[in-house]
């Protein structure tokens, strides 16, 4: 309560504190030169392919009211405003999944009522936006973003698997579509047309599972044996747009002699400048005409809205300034709440789809920025060192000059907090000078920087501006975008779902219940999640069962056909669950340890390979022989949600947690 009783606090504090680094916003971005292009144009297209792929559902599920022209419409004001304008601008804003989902409730609400229909849709939603808008800035006057800390792993995790169960059923439906007849054609067109439809759907089947396979493969490029790190990296972050257009390409060599020119079927959306696409941008004119009756009804919807973006738009800032990125500049939750509000209105006035913060395109955003300012104090540095080595400098004096390049690099940080930091590479410097001339311990600026240099964000506001004018640009490709296959867009849906599963611990837990119990002794072998050993099995398998029967209730909400708009409310109510119900049956330490909010990993025992001896190969580590980039390292520490781990070492004592012999024990 005493957050309402001091409304705009959490708004002026967020100003005060952003305002203070806005220009090195600008500035960061504006020093790093041609290498802030590498994660803009990585997150573009890990931004603009879900909103072509929304848009084309969108399309479908509203009968053409809105398509793909619109999503990327909305997309790149949203994200030039926030860039701009935004109080945390690692956060990207894009349309998400949910958006899709309520708006085809919505349609389906609209089309069957005379006073409404297919005419005033987007009039009337116009009205729920500006309901949403006003819900959504009074929650930021009242510091409402105090409550953030509520939103725990469990109600996070289980709407990820929801969206990804969602993204699954359009991949299916979409696949299930290509075997059938589209709208406008003929049912009585004879074998040909027949012939024509069921060849259609094969090709579909291919394209959509070629596009899956290639896709998934490409993301794990950078753990590969083969080709150099650079190419290995490359394919990581741009072979699932690389896929895209590859089986776009082949689409386009099926001989025509034989299948038809309409097989396989392409997207259909009206280009940016056809009369289709500009009718929206005037919605405003038709609200007037909405009867009051529905704009007062508008609310009902609206405050379902409302709750899904604060919460989604909440947990995607969270997951882009999760502490272990050490991010040195404040946060903003209330302002950009406030934003949201004012964009959510923008976007309902001119008949476009509003935007919120999106996973995993945040935290992907972060750690890609992540990677480049770690590349630009290490070059730095380990040119520093090598000058003072070549002038034969102490070891005291060598840490010294790197430290004040470090700080230079880094001018945001205080000096005391630098030396904390920079402990371990210096207690490695200093020990080597200790231990003589011996070649095998002398300071090594290659290694040795890269073992010890802190992970650092170019926090800065050009990336995203850049990546949000890219995808205005996309508006206008659409001759280009329209030329890619349905079913290709099928198997993109199925890649996000499948991606995302490894990053979800409910998931799993999940697995973890079908291993066998003479087995599961294996998962400690290998790089596991904290609780493995520190919950006992029986109560891991009923917080499991509990998530897995609260699943299938939120997700047969989705079925309801009216109602199903209501699908965010099961989740705020999961809140008050976490906080009240299930403390009452979990003992505390176990509840923390599964829905701690941080990602623990525990590392496996050492396994001596039967090929390699320990001899060669501490040789080949100490030789610096081992390639792997700053990305690779992120990548190994990251879930496929964006969520960086926290890794401890393989303990010996917890072993039998998970042993045969101790399955059949409680605590």
Not at 149 to 169: H, S
Not at 504 to 531: C, D, T
Not at 564 to 584: E, N, T, Y
Request: with cysteine; proline share 5%; glycine share 6%.
């Amino acid at each position: 309560m005493e957050t309402f009783k001091a409304p705009f606090r959490g708004i002026a504090n967020d100003i005060r504190g952003r305002a203070a680094c806005y220009k090195k916003d600008w500035i960061g971005g504006i020093r790093s030169g041609i290498g802030i292009l590498a994660p803009t144009t990585y997150i573009f297209f890990a931004s603009a392919l879900p909103v072509i792929a929304f848009g084309e559902q969108l399309s479908r599920d509203t009968d053409g009211s809105l398509s793909t022209v619109e999503t990327l419409a909305s997309t790149a004001i949203c994200g030039i405003i926030h860039s701009i304008l935004g109080g945390q601008p690692l956060l990207i804003l894009g349309v998400a999944e949910p958006t899709v989902i309520m708006y085809t409730y919505l349609y389906d609400f609209a089309k069957g009522k005379e006073d409404l229909g297919r005419e005033l849709f987007l009039a009337w939603v116009g009205w729920i936006c500006v309901w949403t808008s006003l819900l959504l800035i009074l929650l930021a006057i009242f510091n409402a973003c105090d409550i953030i800390n509520k939103f725990t792993r469990i109600a996070g995790e289980l709407f990820g698997m929801l969206i990804n169960v969602l993204f699954i059923q359009q991949a299916i439906k979409g696949i299930v579509s290509e075997f059938k007849l589209q709208k406008g054609e003929d049912p009585n067109g004879g074998t040909y047309q027949r012939e024509s439809v069921y060849t259609n759907g094969l090709l579909g089947v291919i394209f959509t599972f070629g596009v899956l396979y290639t896709s998934l493969k490409t993301r794990k490029a950078r753990s590969w044996w083969y080709a150099t790190g650079w190419f290995r990296s490359f394919i990581a972050d741009y072979g699932v747009p690389l896929m895209v257009v590859l089986w776009t390409v082949i689409s386009f060599s099926v001989p025509r002699n034989i299948v038809p020119s309409q097989v396989p079927r392409r997207l259909y959306n009206p280009l940016a400048w056809d009369s289709e696409s500009l009718h929206h941008w005037s919605v405003i004119k038709d609200m007037g005409k909405v009867p009051p009756g529905y704009i007062f009804a508008a609310f009902i919807p609206a405050l379902m809205v409302a709750g899904l973006y604060f919460f989604d738009h909440s947990v995607a800032a969270q997951m882009a300034q999760q502490k272990e990125f050490n991010l040195k500049k404040p946060s903003a939750y209330h302002y950009d709440i406030l934003l949201l509000g004012f964009l959510t209105l923008l976007c309902g006035l001119i008949g476009l789809p509003p935007c919120n913060g999106v996973l995993p395109q945040a935290p992907m955003h972060t750690k890609s920025l992540a990677v480049l300012k770690r590349q630009l104090i290490r070059k730095k540095m380990v040119k520093s060192a090598k000058e003072s080595i070549k002038q034969k400098a102490s070891n005291s004096e060598i840490y010294g000059n790197m430290q004040a390049v470090f700080i230079e690099m880094d001018n945001s940080t205080a000096d005391t907090s630098v030396v904390k930091e920079l402990e371990d590479l210096k207690e490695a410097v200093m020990k080597s000078e200790h231990e003589g001339e011996n070649a095998k311990d002398a300071f090594d600026p290659e290694k040795h920087i890269d073992a010890f240099l802190p992970v650092r964000v170019n926090e800065q506001r050009v990336s995203n501006l850049l990546q949000s004018l890219l995808v205005a640009a996309s508006v206008f490709a659409m001759p280009a975008i329209k030329k890619i296959p349905t079913s290709v867009l099928w198997g993109y849906f199925a890649y996000m779902a499948i991606d995302s599963l490894p990053g979800n611990q409910f998931w799993e837990r999940l697995l973890f219940l079908f291993i066998a119990p003479s087995r599961r002794y294996k998962v400690l072998e290998g790089v596991h999640a904290s609780f493995m050993e520190s919950v006992p099995f029986k109560y891991i398998a009923i917080f499991t069962l509990f998530q897995l029967v609260y699943f299938l209730f939120c997700f047969g909400v989705t079925w309801i056909p009216i109602a199903g708009i209501l699908f965010p409310l099961p989740f705020f109510l999961l809140i008050m669950i976490r906080q009240h119900f299930l403390p009452k049956f979990f003992q505390p330490y176990h509840l923390q340890e599964l829905d701690s909010a941080e990602w623990e990993e525990v590392t496996g025992p050492p396994r001596r390979s039967l090929s390699v001896s320990t001899r060669e190969l501490e040789t080949t580590i100490e030789e610096g022989e081992m390639e792997m980039c700053d990305a690779e390292i992120l990548d190994e520490l990251t879930t496929s949600r964006g969520e960086l781990k926290i890794r401890a070492s393989f303990s010996e004592d917890k072993r039998g947690q998970i042993h045969p012999q101790n399955f059949g024990q409680s605590e």
